[in-house]
C-alpha cells in the first residue's frame, strides 16, 4: 500500500555517532530529488514534542557530511516515553502536516518510534545510527567503522608506553550489551587479551592466561575490555585484582570514553549513511513503513521494527578464533 506522502520530517535520537550528518544530509537531498518536503526536527524526540522544527532544503545541509556527531542534536527523552508526551508530538507533527518521519538512532530510537507508529497509525522509517553496532538486520550501523578507527588509533599509541615501561595496560572501549567494537579492534591493534560481555572469561582464567604469555617472553601486554564485561565489578577493580596476584605486572588503566564518539566520519560511514538515507525514501515511496533500512551482504534492505531491535548479539565465531590464535 503507497501512501500520499509530500512532507517528511527528520531526527536523531539517542547517542550521537559519526555519520549523522551524513545520513541527515542524503535524507534531505534525497527528499529534494523527489519533489518532497523536508523537515528538520532539533533534539530527537524532545524537539518533537516541544515543536522545535526547521525547514530543510539540499542547500541547507551542504558542508556537513564530513562533520561528526549531529547538527539537529540529540536527546535520551523520558517524557517520550509517557503518553502525554507522545500525544504532544503527534499534535505538533499534524500541525506540520509531515506525513512520515525518518528517525536516525538505535535500539531505544527504535522502540520509541514503533509505539508511537502504533498509537498514531504515523509512516516512520529508521536509520540505525550507533557505534555499537548492536542492531540486529543491518551487517553494519552508522557510525561504528569510524569509532573502531578511534579506538585503533588510540590503542596504537597507548601501545607505545606500555612497550616502553614493561606495563600492562587495560584498555575499556565501549559496548554496554555488545563486543563488536573490543573484538575488532582488539585484533586490529593486537590485544593479547579481549574481553566482552558474550564470553565470561573470569578472573582466574585471565591470571593463568597473563601468566602463560609471561613465561612466553611477553614484557608488556594489552587487553582491550569491553564497558559490558563483567569479568570484574569494574575495570579499576580488575586491574587490583591483576596486581594482587600478579606482583610482576605493572598495571595500568585507560578508560576511552566518548572519545569514540567524536570525530569526522570514516569514508566508510559515509558512503553507509548515504546509501542507507537515500534507501529512507525510496522505501517510503514504495509505501513501506515501520521498518529499518540496513545494509545485509552489501545490498539496502528493509527490516521490520520488531526485528530491528536488538535481541542476542552474534559475534562471529571465526574473529574470536582469529583473536585467541593471534593472543599466543
Given at each position: 500500500m503507497k501512501f500520499d506522502i509530500k512532507r517528511v520530517g527528520v531526527l536523531t535520537s539517542g547517542g550521537d555517532s559519526p555519520g549523522m550528518n551524513a545520513a541527515?544530509?542524503?535524507?534531505?537531498?534525497?527528499?529534494?530529488?523527489?519533489?518532497?518536503?523536508?523537515?528538520?526536527?532539533?533534539?530527537?524526540?524532545?524537539?518533537?514534542?516541544?515543536?522545535?522544527?526547521?525547514?530543510?532544503?539540499?542547500?541547507?545541509?551542504?558542508?556537513?557530511?564530513?562533520?561528526?556527531?549531529?547538527?539537529?542534536?540529540?536527546?535520551?527523552?523520558?517524557e517520550f516515553r509517557t503518553k502525554e508526551g507522545r500525544n504532544k508530538a503527534i499534535i505538533n507533527l499534524q500541525k506540520e502536516k509531515i506525513d512520515a518521519l525518518v528517525v536516525i538512532g538505535g535500539d531505544g530510537t527504535f522502540r520509541g518510534a514503533s509505539v508511537l507508529s502504533k498509537e498514531y497509525d504515523i509512516v516512520i522509517i529508521g536509520l540505525p545510527g550507533t557505534i555499537d553496532n548492536d542492531i540486529n538486520g543491518?551487517?553494519?550501523?552508522?557510525?561504528?567503522?569510524?569509532?573502531?578507527?578511534?579506538?585503533?588509533?588510540?590503542i596504537d599509541k597507548i601501545r607505545d608506553t606500555a612497550h616502553s615501561h614493561n606495563r600492562l595496560f587495560l584498555i575499556e572501549v565501549m559496548g554496554r550489551d555488545a563486543g563488536d567494537i573490543a573484538l575488532n579492534a582488539g585484533i586490529g591493534a593486537g590485544a593479547e587479551e579481549i574481553l566482552i560481555p558474550e564470553q565470561k572469561m573470569g578472573k582466574d582464567r585471565l591470571v593463568e592466561s597473563l601468566k602463560r604469555s609471561k613465561k612466553s617472553g611477553k614484557t608488556s601486554s594489552i587487553i582491550v575490555v569491553s564497558e559490558g564485561d563483567k569479568i570484574g565489578k569494574n575495570i579499576f577493580k580488575l586491574a587490583k585484582y591483576i596486581e594482587e596476584n600478579l606482583v610482576e605486572y605493572e598495571v595500568r588503566v585507560s578508560v576511552l570514553g566518548y572519545i569514540q564518539r567524536g570525530g569526522s566520519p570514516s569514508c566508510f560511514d559515509r558512503v553507509l549513511a548515504s546509501?542507507?538515507?537515500?534507501?529512507?525514501?525510496?522505501?517510503?515511496l514504495k509505501g513501506e513503513r515501520n521498518v529499518m533500512i540496513g545494509l545485509k551482504h552489501n545490498k539496502i534492505v528493509s527490516v521490520?521494527?520488531?526485528?530491528?531491535?536488538?535481541?542476542?548479539?552474534?559475534?562471529?565465531?571465526?574473529?574470536?578464533?582469529v583473536a585467541d590464535i593471534m593472543s599466543i
Open positions: 541527515i544530509r542524503a535524507v534531505v537531498r534525497s527528499c529534494s530529488y523527489h519533489k518532497l518536503k523536508c523537515v528538520g526536527i532539533y533534539r530527537g524526540f524532545d524537539g518533537l514534542i516541544e515543536n522545535d522544527f526547521i525547514t530543510l532544503n539540499a542547500r541547507a545541509v551542504k558542508n556537513i557530511i564530513n562533520r561528526g556527531g549531529t547538527f539537529l542534536k540529540s536527546s535520551r527523552s523520558s543491518t551487517d553494519y550501523s552508522i557510525g561504528y567503522d569510524t569509532a573502531l578507527n578511534t579506538v585503533v588509533e588510540a546509501r542507507l538515507g537515500v534507501g529512507a525514501i525510496d522505501a517510503l521490520p521494527f520488531s526485528k530491528a531491535v536488538k535481541g542476542d548479539n552474534n559475534l562471529d565465531l571465526e574473529l574470536i578464533r
